[in-house]
């Protein structure tokens, strides 16, 4: 059982920068993929960004040069750096966990409550 709490969401006028952070309890949580989903109004959920367990990184092409996800295992935290914000990325960013090898959101096993980020134009 893993259990994941984000932080860092808010308001940010286009061009900014926000960091996301997602704290993790529980066992063996580097052995995990943990990736950040957004869900903005009206649209389904979309993995924006995903480190699996040996490091592998996937981001989805609008934030790519962006976005960077990245993990301290020691801290059982993973962190989004999001740059160069605009009102697109208007969304609320779920952490997720899963022991599985995936970037399909459908696949996360565990998710924290969510934090808003709102760009404003």
């Known amino acids: 059982q893993v259990q994941l709490v984000e932080t860092g969401g808010g308001l940010v006028q286009a061009g900014g920068s926000l960091r996301l952070s997602c704290a993790a309890s529980g066992r063996s949580f580097s052995s995990y993929t943990v990736g950040w989903i957004r869900q903005a109004p009206g649209k389904e959920r979309e993995s924006v960004a995903v480190i699996n367990y040996g490091g592998n990184i996937y981001y989805t092409d609008s934030v790519k040069g962006r976005f960077t996800i990245s993990r301290d295992n020691a801290e059982n935290t993973v962190y989004l750096q999001m740059n160069n914000l605009n009102p697109e990325d208007t969304a609320v960013y779920y952490c997720?966990?899963?022991?599985?090898?995936?970037?399909?959101?459908?696949?996360?096993?565990?998710w924290g409550q969510g934090t808003q980020v709102t760009v404003s134009s």
């Open positions: 997720a966990a899963t022991s599985r090898n995936t970037v399909s959101e459908r696949a996360f096993e565990y």
